[in-house]
T-cell receptor, first 113, second 109 residues
Framework: IAGITQAPTSQILAAGRRMTLRCTQDMRHNAMYWYRQDLGLGLRLIHYSNTAGTTGKGEVPDGYSVSRANTDDFPLTLASAVPSQTSVYFC????????????FGPGTRLTVL | GQNIDQPTEMTATEGAIVQINCTYQTSGFNGLFWYQQHAGEAPTFLSYNVLDGLEEKGRFSSFLSRSKGYSYLLLKELQMKDSASYLCAVGDSNYQLIWGAGTKLIIKP
């Protein structure tokens, strides 16, 4: 592994189903982030973690949850998916807090029907 | 509120120079970033400015004026591979990045 990986690459999901998007980094970065990117809008922060064991809410946290059990992994869970959660989801990491350079995973394209 | 403004789309000719502007209003300032994002791919880091002035890195340069809440990305000797979206992001007082919607740059031969 080099950098950040995300899985799955893409997914079509029925509304109401539970889904976990996976993110793993091997750079030993302290901070990790989940963003969603929608056409015509900037990247919007969903949740973040400044260090293992801590998480925080971003701009659009409703309907999503995260955990940070260790440095490398930062999964994002949609407890009960809704069509408005159709988006491209990017995981990112940085050595320090948000004003450090962030490095992005390849993204997960999620469609909720 | 916090706001980052960039033009939605720009068109330029291969070999030419283009300047992409970004204006911002944020609660606090902890640096300004430019990222490049090719269609269907992840954003990749281009430049970081925290002090006023021009930062040059090869064909790309980035300028910052904190008093004016203004930055630009200058791309010289444009190549077809420079066709991409360019994202401006500012670190706010909570050390979170606030992102612009991006400028789609179209390069024509």
């Amino acid at each position: 592994i080099a950098g950040i990986t995300q899985a799955p690459t893409s997914q079509i999901l029925a509304a109401g189903r539970r889904m976990t998007l996976r993110c793993t980094q091997d750079m030993r970065h302290n901070a990790m982030y989940w963003y969603r990117q929608d056409l015509g809008l900037g990247l919007r922060l969903i949740h973040y973690s400044n260090t293992a064991g801590t998480t925080g809410k971003g701009e659009v946290p409703d309907g999503y949850s995260v955990s940070r059990a260790n440095t490398d992994d930062f999964p994002l869970t949609l407890a009960s998916a809704v069509p408005s959660q159709t988006s491209v989801y990017f995981c990112a990491s940085s050595a320090g807090q948000g004003s450090d350079t962030q490095y992005f995973g390849p993204g997960t394209r999620l469609t909720v029907l | 509120g916090q706001n980052i403004d960039q033009p939605t789309e720009m068109t330029a000719t291969e070999g030419a120079i283009v300047q992409i502007n970004c204006t911002y209003q944020t609660s606090g300032f902890n640096g300004l970033f430019w990222y490049q994002q090719h269609a269907g791919e992840a954003p990749t880091f281009l430049s970081y400015n925290v002090l006023d002035g021009l930062e040059e890195k090869g064909r790309f340069s980035s300028f910052l004026s904190r008093s004016k809440g203004y930055s630009y990305l200058l791309l010289k000797e444009l190549q077809m591979k420079d066709s991409a979206s360019y994202l401006c992001a500012v670190g706010d007082s909570n050390y979170q990045l606030i992102w612009g919607a991006g400028t789609k740059l179209i390069i024509k031969p």
